[in-house]
Protein backbone atom coordinates (compact mmCIF):
# COMPACT_ATOMS: atom_id res chain seq x y z
CA UNK A 1 0.00 0.00 0.00
CA UNK A 2 0.86 3.69 -1.03
CA UNK A 3 -0.30 6.39 0.81
CA UNK A 4 0.52 10.14 -1.66
CA UNK A 5 -1.00 13.19 -1.92
CA UNK A 6 -4.52 13.08 -3.36
CA UNK A 7 -4.51 14.30 -6.91
CA UNK A 8 -7.81 15.91 -7.97
CA UNK A 9 -8.54 13.33 -10.57
CA UNK A 10 -8.55 11.17 -7.63
CA UNK A 11 -11.97 12.68 -6.07
CA UNK A 12 -13.09 10.48 -8.72
CA UNK A 13 -12.02 7.29 -7.09
CA UNK A 14 -12.36 8.65 -3.22
CA UNK A 15 -16.30 9.98 -3.78
CA UNK A 16 -18.37 6.73 -4.35
CA UNK A 17 -16.96 5.20 -0.92
CA UNK A 18 -17.20 8.75 0.70
CA UNK A 19 -20.77 9.29 -0.38
CA UNK A 20 -21.58 5.55 0.91
CA UNK A 21 -20.01 6.55 4.06
CA UNK A 22 -21.60 9.76 4.77
CA UNK A 23 -25.04 8.75 3.30
CA UNK A 24 -25.43 6.11 5.93
CA UNK A 25 -25.15 9.02 8.57
CA UNK A 26 -23.48 6.45 10.99
CA UNK A 27 -19.60 7.39 11.83
CA UNK A 28 -19.55 11.28 10.55
CA UNK A 29 -21.32 14.76 11.42
CA UNK A 30 -21.51 15.25 7.95
CA UNK A 31 -24.55 16.31 6.07
CA UNK A 32 -26.09 12.51 4.59
CA UNK A 33 -27.34 14.58 0.97
CA UNK A 34 -23.47 15.90 0.17
CA UNK A 35 -23.38 16.71 -3.80
CA UNK A 36 -20.09 15.21 -5.84
CA UNK A 37 -19.15 19.17 -5.71
CA UNK A 38 -19.91 19.89 -1.75
CA UNK A 39 -18.07 16.52 -0.72
CA UNK A 40 -15.18 17.61 -3.13
CA UNK A 41 -14.87 21.06 -1.20
CA UNK A 42 -15.18 19.45 1.80
CA UNK A 43 -12.21 16.53 1.68
CA UNK A 44 -9.95 17.22 -1.23
CA UNK A 45 -8.31 20.76 1.04
CA UNK A 46 -5.45 22.76 0.07
CA UNK A 47 -2.71 24.44 2.59
CA UNK A 48 -2.94 24.60 5.29
CA UNK A 49 -4.30 21.10 5.13
CA UNK A 50 -3.46 18.22 3.06
CA UNK A 51 -5.17 15.38 1.99
CA UNK A 52 -3.78 11.53 1.06
CA UNK A 53 -5.02 8.52 -0.64
CA UNK A 54 -4.20 4.76 0.19
CA UNK A 55 -3.84 2.94 -3.18
CA UNK A 56 -2.69 -0.20 -4.15
CA UNK A 57 -0.44 -1.85 -6.15
CA UNK A 58 -2.79 -1.31 -9.27
CA UNK A 59 -3.66 1.82 -8.02
CA UNK A 60 -6.92 1.28 -6.68
CA UNK A 61 -8.11 4.08 -4.20
CA UNK A 62 -8.00 2.14 -0.78
CA UNK A 63 -9.10 4.95 1.22
CA UNK A 64 -8.24 8.90 1.98
CA UNK A 65 -7.50 10.74 4.99
CA UNK A 66 -7.20 14.77 5.43
CA UNK A 67 -5.49 16.65 8.02
CA UNK A 68 -5.58 19.72 8.99
CA UNK A 69 -4.93 21.85 12.19
CA UNK A 70 -7.95 21.79 14.34
CA UNK A 71 -8.24 25.33 15.35
CA UNK A 72 -7.08 28.68 14.19
CA UNK A 73 -5.01 31.27 15.68
CA UNK A 74 -4.26 30.17 19.27
CA UNK A 75 -5.30 26.78 18.61
CA UNK A 76 -3.30 26.25 15.49
CA UNK A 77 -0.71 24.19 17.22
CA UNK A 78 -3.45 21.22 17.67
CA UNK A 79 -3.46 18.52 14.45
CA UNK A 80 -6.80 17.28 13.48
CA UNK A 81 -7.64 14.65 11.15
CA UNK A 82 -10.81 12.76 9.07
CA UNK A 83 -10.84 9.31 7.35
CA UNK A 84 -12.57 7.32 5.35
CA UNK A 85 -11.86 3.76 4.16
CA UNK A 86 -13.64 1.78 0.95
CA UNK A 87 -15.81 -0.44 3.21
CA UNK A 88 -15.03 -3.94 0.80
CA UNK A 89 -11.42 -2.67 1.85
CA UNK A 90 -12.25 -2.50 5.59
CA UNK A 91 -10.47 -4.97 7.64
CA UNK A 92 -7.13 -4.78 5.43
CA UNK A 93 -5.27 -2.13 8.29
CA UNK A 94 -5.96 0.63 5.74
CA UNK A 95 -7.26 2.50 8.40
CA UNK A 96 -4.68 1.94 10.47
CA UNK A 97 -1.96 3.05 7.60
CA UNK A 98 -3.68 6.53 7.16
CA UNK A 99 -3.62 6.69 10.85
CA UNK A 100 0.02 6.21 11.26
CA UNK A 101 0.44 8.39 8.08
CA UNK A 102 -0.95 11.59 9.42
CA UNK A 103 0.48 11.00 13.02
CA UNK A 104 4.06 11.43 11.20
CA UNK A 105 2.70 14.32 9.17
CA UNK A 106 1.55 16.04 12.49
CA UNK A 107 4.87 15.71 14.00
CA UNK A 108 6.99 16.84 10.86
CA UNK A 109 4.29 19.61 10.51
CA UNK A 110 5.44 20.59 14.30
CA UNK A 111 2.30 19.92 15.74
CA UNK A 112 2.09 19.38 19.50
CA UNK A 113 -0.89 17.39 19.37
CA UNK A 114 -4.00 15.41 17.72
CA UNK A 115 -7.21 16.42 18.39
CA UNK A 116 -10.54 14.29 17.11
CA UNK A 117 -13.68 16.52 18.00
CA UNK A 118 -16.37 14.07 16.96
CA UNK A 119 -15.57 10.63 17.45
CA UNK A 120 -18.83 8.75 17.27
CA UNK A 121 -18.84 6.35 20.56
CA UNK A 122 -21.19 3.92 18.38
CA UNK A 123 -18.38 3.17 15.66
CA UNK A 124 -16.72 1.20 17.90
CA UNK A 125 -14.02 -0.24 15.42
CA UNK A 126 -12.75 3.25 14.79
CA UNK A 127 -12.48 4.17 18.83
CA UNK A 128 -10.43 1.03 19.30
CA UNK A 129 -8.22 1.72 16.27
CA UNK A 130 -7.47 5.44 17.67
CA UNK A 131 -6.93 3.92 21.46
CA UNK A 132 -4.35 1.78 19.99
CA UNK A 133 -3.07 4.26 18.08
CA UNK A 134 -2.30 6.31 21.53
CA UNK A 135 -5.57 8.42 21.51
CA UNK A 136 -7.43 8.92 25.26
CA UNK A 137 -11.09 10.20 25.54
CA UNK A 138 -10.92 13.39 27.08
CA UNK A 139 -14.54 13.92 26.81
CA UNK A 140 -18.08 12.93 25.89
CA UNK A 141 -20.89 15.00 24.36
CA UNK A 142 -23.61 12.60 25.71
CA UNK A 143 -25.84 11.87 22.88
CA UNK A 144 -24.67 14.37 20.59
CA UNK A 145 -24.68 12.41 17.84
CA UNK A 146 -28.09 10.87 15.97
CA UNK A 147 -27.87 7.91 14.22
CA UNK A 148 -30.13 7.05 11.03
CA UNK A 149 -32.46 5.16 13.26
CA UNK A 150 -33.30 8.10 15.77
CA UNK A 151 -31.55 6.79 18.58
CA UNK A 152 -28.55 8.79 20.13
CA UNK A 153 -24.89 8.01 20.72
CA UNK A 154 -21.84 10.27 22.46
CA UNK A 155 -19.51 11.82 20.06
CA UNK A 156 -15.97 11.46 21.72
CA UNK A 157 -13.32 14.55 21.53
CA UNK A 158 -9.91 12.02 21.63
CA UNK A 159 -6.59 13.74 21.82
CA UNK A 160 -3.02 12.54 21.98
CA UNK A 161 0.31 14.37 22.64
CA UNK A 162 2.74 14.01 19.90
Do not use: C
Not at 120 to 127: D, H, K, S
Amino acid sequence: MLIRDARSADWAAVWPFFQAITAAGETYTYPRDLTFEQGREWWMLTAPGRTVVAVDDDGTVLGSAKMNPNQRGGGSHVASASYMVAPRHAGRGVGRALGEHTLAWARAEGYRSMQFNAVVEANTRAVALWRTLGFTIIGTVPEGFRLPDGSYTGLHVMHRPL
